[in-house]
């Protein structure tokens, strides 16, 4: 299963509305995981089972809420059992079919 989610606190910790020392407390322990993940300018997506895939988001969120008295939690999922390295495979079939559109 793939799960791509942002977690940030409801109120932000600087003058600027910045969120980002939350962001990094989060993407932290998504990365010490060990579960293959990436993180872009607006979520993180993390790939495994699913009890250590929200295993994973709880312990995030719940570092987040360190900063602050709210968390907000956005999450979208493909479950597609029987299926891995989903996180890389997905995107590689993207390119090659948009290298194949350029071709013809």
Same mark, same amino acid.
Request: net charge negative.
């Given at each position: 299963?793939?799960? %791509?989610?942002?977690? !940030?606190?409801?109120? #932000?910790?600087?003058?600027? /509305?910045?969120?980002?020392?939350? +962001?990094?407390? *989060?993407?932290?322990?998504?990365?010490?995981?060990?579960?293959?993940?990436?993180?872009?300018?607006?979520?993180?997506?993390?790939?495994?089972?699913?009890?250590?895939?929200? %295993?994973?988001?709880? !312990?995030?969120?719940? #570092?987040?809420?360190?900063? /602050?008295?709210?968390?907000?939690? +956005?999450?979208? *999922?493909?479950?597609?059992?029987?299926?891995?390295?989903?996180?890389?495979?997905?995107?590689?079939?993207?390119?090659?079919?948009?290298?194949?559109?350029?071709?013809?």
């Amino acid at each position: 299963m793939l799960v %791509a989610f942002s977690v !940030a606190p409801s109120v #932000a910790a600087d003058s600027q /509305g910045s969120v980002h020392e939350a +962001v990094a407390a *989060a993407v932290r322990i998504v990365r010490a995981s060990g579960l293959p993940n990436h993180t872009d300018s607006m979520f993180t997506t993390i790939e495994g089972d699913w009890d250590e895939v929200f %295993a994973v988001i709880k !312990a995030a969120t719940e #570092a987040v809420g360190a900063f /602050g008295p709210r968390v907000s939690l +956005v999450l979208k *999922a493909d479950i597609r059992p029987g299926h891995s390295e989903e996180l890389i495979g997905k995107l590689e079939r993207l390119e090659k079919a948009m290298r194949q559109g350029e071709s013809d």
